[in-house]
């Protein structure tokens, strides 16, 4: 997990400027102006430390997986929508990779520290949109994950998750 000292370097380098606002239907978003970008945080994340990281990592993955400014808008062709929820489902998915590192995941199975998809939301103090998007990344993969030499972590019917262990 980063520092706060490494998130502003991180964000200096990036030309990334964090603004937390009192914001009205939304937790946030992502902006650029061709020079600076910019992500604007709603104030009452603050409280919710899991729901504050998962939203400024899927702010990020704005950042590193769009080109442009992707927002809705009231009226959408069928086709703007579908781009505009690509875009969302790119950011998720960075998200869900960049605060839950696979080999971090796998390791936690094989210290018996997630037992349910809670225990994950704990463990890596995310929402469980980023557990869920993190597992689904996964399994575009492949649907079986080795935790060590007896055990398998089986992602073949998710939500639902499996630790299989071989009787050797």
Not at 50 to 79: C, D, W
Request: hydrophobic share 45%.
């Amino acid at each position: 997990m980063l520092t706060a000292i490494q998130y502003g370097v991180y964000l200096k380098i990036h030309n990334l400027m964090i603004y937390l606002l009192s914001l009205l239907f939304i937790e946030g978003f992502y902006y650029s102006d061709g020079n600076m970008n910019y992500i604007a945080l709603s104030e009452s994340l603050v409280t919710d430390p899991a729901l504050f990281r998962s939203i400024f990592a899927e702010e990020l993955g704005h950042y590193f997986t769009s080109i442009g400014n992707q927002a809705p808008v009231k009226f959408m062709t069928y086709s703007e929508r579908v781009e505009y929820d690509r875009t969302e489902l790119r950011a998720i998915r960075w998200a869900s990779n960049f605060l839950i590192k696979t080999d971090s995941l796998l390791e936690a199975f094989r210290n018996d520290c997630i037992k349910h998809m809670s225990d994950m939301q704990d463990y890596f103090n995310v929402t469980e949109a980023i557990a869920t998007e993190k597992l689904n990344s996964m399994v575009a993969v492949k649907l079986h994950w080795h935790i060590d030499e007896h055990n398998m972590l089986v992602l073949t019917n998710l939500p639902n998750v499996w630790v299989y262990t071989s009787i050797d």
